[in-house]
């Protein structure tokens, strides 16, 4: 039998982790002695291995709980361990996606900033600056700018990426 440190060793988890995930229900054959000390033994470190796994796949504790609930009621859940793998997979290319989007637009502002440094192009991305009148509340201020012939990766520089599409449609 492994105490929690042991445990944590073994998994390279953290000793908070490993009484974290007992707490939370995900190690079901851990058991504890007369003075209520968690102890382990080669199930539950599998079971350990198997938290830290999905952990790893961003999988949040409540399907990890689905999860391990699921495999207690044996081979009959595969379809629905499936089902939740797959769900979370979608969640996640969704979110890579997003992540894409929030790198071409960093990679936008990057440009536009060593434009301001090398070209001597005015610098509208501080708020402070930019005109208060709008005409409509979404107005962004690149397409208000005083000389109005910045480029479209100029102009991307200073909006919001929501924003985008109309600034490039107005420059």
């Known amino acids: 039998m492994y105490t929690v440190q042991d ?14 995930y007992t707490d939370k229900g995900l190690v079901p054959s ?5 003075n209520n000390v968690r102890l382990f033994d080669e199930e539950s470190i ?6 830290r796994c999905l952990k790893q796949t961003g999988l ?15 081979d009959s859940t595969v379809p629905q361990r499936l089902a939740l793998m797959m769900e979370y997979k979608e969640a996640a290319l ?18 536009h900033y060593q434009a301001i440094l090398e070209r001597g192009i005015p610098d509208m991305t501080n708020p402070r600056t930019w005109e208060t009148n709008r005409e409509e509340p979404a107005d962004c201020p ?3 700018s005083a000389n109005n012939s910045l ?3 100029e ?13 490039t449609s107005v420059s």
């Open 7 to 20: 445990a944590a060793l073994i998994t390279g988890l953290t000793e908070h982790a490993v009484r974290f």
């Open 30 to 34: 851990v058991q504890r002695n007369k």
């Open 46 to 51: 599998n079971w350990l291995h198997g938290v």
């Open 60 to 74: 949040p504790i409540e399907n990890i709980k689905t999860y391990v609930d699921l495999c207690l009621e044996g």
């Open 94 to 111: 969704i979110q890579l996606e997003e992540a894409k989007q929030r790198v071409a637009h960093l990679e936008e502002k990057t440009l």
């Open 142 to 144: 690149a397409s208000r």
């Open 151 to 153: 480029s479209a990766v």
């Open 155 to 167: 102009a991307s520089g200073q909006c919001p990426a929501a924003m985008q599409e109309q600034i």
